[in-house]
C-alpha cells in the first residue's frame, strides 16, 4: 500500500523559510517522479514543484522559482521542499504526489497524472 506522509508545516513569518519532507513507502520511488502541490482556503489545488527519478531535472511553478527548491533522497524515500521568502500568498496546505504508476516518470503540473496522494502538511505566513 502507497504511503506518503508529509511533516514540517507550521507558522511563520512573511520572509522567513521552512522545509516540508515527504516520506514514501510503498511505491517505486527510486524510479518515479514526485511532485508537490498546495490548495489555499477556497483555491484549487495548484502544482508548486516536481523533480524527476534521477535528481537531475525539476520543474516549479513560476510564483515560487527562485525561492523554493524541491529535493529528494532515493536511499531514503523522501522528497523535500526547501521555502525561502516565504509570503502570505504561499499559505496553504501542501501535499506531496507520486504519479499512477502508468506515468511513473512523469514529474509535471497535470494533476490528473498523480494517482498518491498524502494526507497534506499546513503552512501559514503571517505578514
Known amino acids: 500500500q502507497v504511503q506518503l506522509v508529509e511533516s514540517g508545516g507550521g507558522l511563520v513569518q512573511a520572509g522567513g523559510s521552512l522545509r516540508l519532507s515527504c516520506a514514501a513507502s510503498?511505491?517505486?520511488?527510486?524510479?518515479?517522479?514526485m511532485g508537490w502541490f498546495r490548495q489555499a482556503p477556497g483555491k484549487e489545488r495548484e502544482f508548486v514543484a516536481g523533480i524527476s527519478w534521477s535528481r537531475t531535472n525539476t520543474n516549479y511553478a513560476d510564483s515560487v522559482k527562485d525561492r523554493f527548491t524541491i529535493s529528494r533522497d532515493n536511499v531514503k524515500n523522501t522528497v523535500s521542499l526547501e521555502m525561502n521568502s516565504l509570503k502570505p500568498e504561499d499559505t496553504a496546505g501542501y501535499y506531496c504526489?507520486?504519479?499512477?504508476?502508468?506515468?511513473?516518470?512523469?514529474?509535471?503540473?497535470?494533476?490528473?497524472?498523480?494517482?498518491?496522494w498524502g494526507q497534506g502538511t499546513q503552512v501559514t505566513v503571517s505578514s
Open positions: 510503498g511505491y517505486a520511488f527510486s524510479w518515479s517522479g
Open positions: 504526489a507520486a504519479p499512477h504508476l502508468s506515468r511513473q516518470y512523469y514529474y509535471g503540473p497535470e494533476e490528473s497524472k498523480y494517482g498518491y
